[in-house]
C-alpha cells in the first residue's frame, strides 16, 4: 500500500497545490502593461496578457500571469499603454484598373498606424477589393481585415463610377440579392446622386429585411428621419446628421423635391434653420432607432480649408502614388472656383456642422470614427488620417476617452461584434496597439505607437518602420517612373 501512495504522491501534490502545476503555453505574453479599458474610460496598471493564436487567452495582475503562463515571446509593455486595435469605419479604394497598384500599396499604412480593421465604403474597384478581403483573410495579402460593402446601390447613369444602377424595386431586389449571395458583401452603401428617393427608401427597407447593415448618403429630396424610419444603419458624414436639426427640414425637402429651390439655397436654408432642440430631438431618435453616425469631420475640414492651408509638403504625399496624387485635383479645383463669399460659406458651414458632435454624443447616438480618406478626398491620408480624425473630435468636445471609443469600440458595436472586438479579456481578438503614452490623458497618443498586434502576429517598432519606408520607396520609384 505505501509503494502504491508513493507513486501516486506527485499527483495528489498537484492536485492540491495548484500553484506547482505545469505552466500553461501561449505564443505571446505582454508584461508590465498598463491596459486601457475604453468602455469604463479607465488604466488597469501591472497587468499581463497572454496571446495564443488569434486570441487573448489570459489577462491579469503580471505576477500572476508569469507564475501560471509561459510564452514564446515576450513583449516588454513598462511604461506602455494597450488598447485594443483601432478601426478606421470609412475609407475608399479606386481611381481605376490603372491605380490598382498604388491602391494596393496603401494597405500596409494602416497596420503601420495602428489599424488592424477598415471598412471600404466602395469606390470604383469593387471586384478588387472583394478580392483583396478574401487574400487577407487567407494570409496571402498583408493588410488590416478588411470589411467592404462592394458596388454601391446608385440611380441610372450616377456621379460615382462603380455602381449597381438601379430605376426600379425590382432592379434594387436584384441589386441586394447580388451583394448578399454572390458578393457577400458585410454591408450595404447607398448614395444618392440619381437615386430616386423613393427608391433609396425602399433599398434601406428591403435590405434591412434581408439583415443586412446599410450606410449612405441621404437625398436632400428626403428628410433625415425619412432614411431613419426606414432603417438606415450609419449616417455617413456629419453634414446630413446636421440637417435633421432644421426646424423645416420636411418643408426645405419637399421644395427641393418639387425642383422649386436648388442644391446650395436648400443646404442654406437647412443652415439658417438649425435648432439645437429640434436637433436633439432628432438624435435622442437616432439613439433609440440604433443609428451610428460617421462624421469623416476631417476630410470635410481639409476641403473647406482648401483656400488657406498649404498641403505641398505634408508628409503624408510621400506614401501616395503619382496616380492617386491626380485624383487630388478635382476637389482642389472645384474649391478654387469659389469666390470670397463662397469660401466664407464653406468655412461656416464646416464649423457650424462641427458643433453637433458633442450633441450626438450628450444623445448617446455611437459616434463612429472614420476618416473618407483614398483617392479624390485630397490630402486625406490612408492610416495617418485616422488620428487627426480623433483629435479633431476632441477639440470639437468630445473627451479623450469617447474619442477612443469611437475608433475602438464603434465600429464592432455597429457590426455586433463587441463580444470579440474593442476589449482586452479573454476570448477577445488578439488585435491590439502599444502605446508609449497614455490616450485617454490626449488621444494624440494614438500616434505613439510601439507595438501592433494583428491576428496574434507581432509587428514591432522596426517592422512598423520597415512598412512605412517600403511604402515610401514604392511611390519614389513610381514618381520617377511618372516623370517625362
Known amino acids: 500500500m505505501k509503494y502504491l501512495f508513493a507513486a ?76 485594443p486595435g483601432l478601426w478606421d469605419m470609412h475609407v475608399h479604394f479606386g481611381g481605376g484598373p490603372e491605380l490598382i497598384d498604388e491602391n494596393r500599396a496603401l494597405l500596409p ?69 447580388r451583394l448578399k449571395t454572390r458578393d457577400k458583401v458585410d454591408f450595404v452603401k447607398i448614395t444618392d446622386s440619381t437615386l430616386k428617393p423613393e427608391l433609396f427608401l425602399y433599398a434601406l427597407t428591403k435590405a434591412k429585411a434581408l439583415g443586412l447593415r446599410t450606410s449612405g448618403h441621404i437625398p436632400m429630396a428626403l428628410t433625415v428621419d425619412q432614411a ?69 469631420l476631417n476630410g470635410s475640414r481639409i476641403i473647406a480649408y482648401l483656400d488657406s492651408d498649404d498641403h505641398s509638403k505634408d508628409a503624408g504625399l510621400a506614401y501616395i502614388g503619382p496616380k492617386l496624387r491626380k485624383t487630388y485635383d478635382w476637389r482642389i479645383e472645384r474649391a478654387a472656383k469659389a469666390d470670397a463669399a463662397g469660401i466664407a460659406t464653406r468655412h461656416k458651414q464646416i464649423e457650424d456642422i462641427a458643433t453637433i458632435l458633442p450633441m450626438l454624443a450628450e444623445a448617446g447616438v455611437p459616434i463612429i470614427a472614420g476618416t473618407d480618406a ?56 488578439a488585435d491590439l496597439v502599444l502605446l508609449t503614452k497614455n490616450p485617454l490623458e490626449d488621444v494624440a497618443a494614438t500616434r505613439a505607437i510601439d507595438t501592433v498586434v494583428m491576428r496574434g502576429a507581432v509587428q514591432d517598432r522596426a517592422a512598423l518602420d520597415k512598412m512605412l519606408a517600403d511604402t515610401r520607396a514604392k511611390v519614389a520609384a513610381w514618381n520617377a517612373a511618372a516623370k517625362p
Open 228 to 296: 431613419v424610419d426606414a432603417g438606415i444603419s450609419s449616417i455617413e458624414h456629419l453634414d446630413y446628421a446636421y440637417n435633421a436639426g432644421a426646424k423645416d427640414e420636411a418643408a426645405i425637402a419637399a421644395d427641393f423635391a418639387a425642383g422649386r429651390i436648388d442644391r446650395a439655397e436648400a443646404n442654406r436654408r437647412l443652415d439658417a434653420g438649425f435648432d439645437r432642440d429640434t436637433a436633439m430631438a432628432a438624435y435622442r431618435r437616432f439613439a433609440v432607432k440604433g443609428v451610428f453616425v460617421t462624421p469623416t
Open 109 to 177: 499604412l494602416y497596420i503601420a498606424n495602428g489599424i488592424t480593421t477598415i471598412r471600404d465604403c466602395s469606390g470604383d474597384l469593387p471586384e478588387q477589393v472583394l478580392a483583396w478581403r478574401s487574400e487577407i483573410a487567407s494570409g496571402s495579402l498583408f493588410g488590416p481585415r478588411l470589411l467592404t460593402s462592394g458596388a454601391k446601390i446608385e440611380g441610372i447613369a450616377p456621379v460615382w463610377k462603380g455602381t449597381i444602377e438601379v430605376g426600379s424595386e425590382a432592379d434594387v431586389d436584384a441589386a441586394l440579392d
Open 374 to 429: 483614398g483617392f479624390l478626398n485630397s490630402f486625406n491620408y490612408p492610416g495617418f488620417g485616422l488620428h487627426d480624425e480623433i483629435e479633431l473630435f476632441t477639440q470639437k468636445g468630445l473627451t479623450p476617452a469617447q474619442a477612443l471609443a469611437s475608433a475602438t469600440r464603434a465600429g464592432p458595436a455597429w457590426f455586433g461584434w463587441l463580444d470579440r472586438y474593442g476589449a482586452i479579456k479573454p476570448g477577445m481578438a
Open 8 to 83: 501516486l504522491a506527485p499527483a495528489l501534490l498537484a492536485i492540491a497545490s495548484p500553484a506547482l502545476a505545469a505552466p500553461k503555453q501561449g505564443d505571446v505574453v505582454i508584461r508590465h502593461v498598463t491596459i486601457v479599458d475604453v468602455e469604463a474610460a479607465k488604466t488597469v496598471a501591472g497587468q499581463a496578457v497572454v496571446l495564443k493564436g488569434d486570441d487573448i487567452v489570459a489577462v491579469g495582475a503580471d505576477a500572476v500571469i508569469a507564475k501560471d503562463w509561459r510564452a514564446a515571446r515576450t513583449v516588454e509593455g513598462k511604461g506602455r499603454y494597450l488598447i
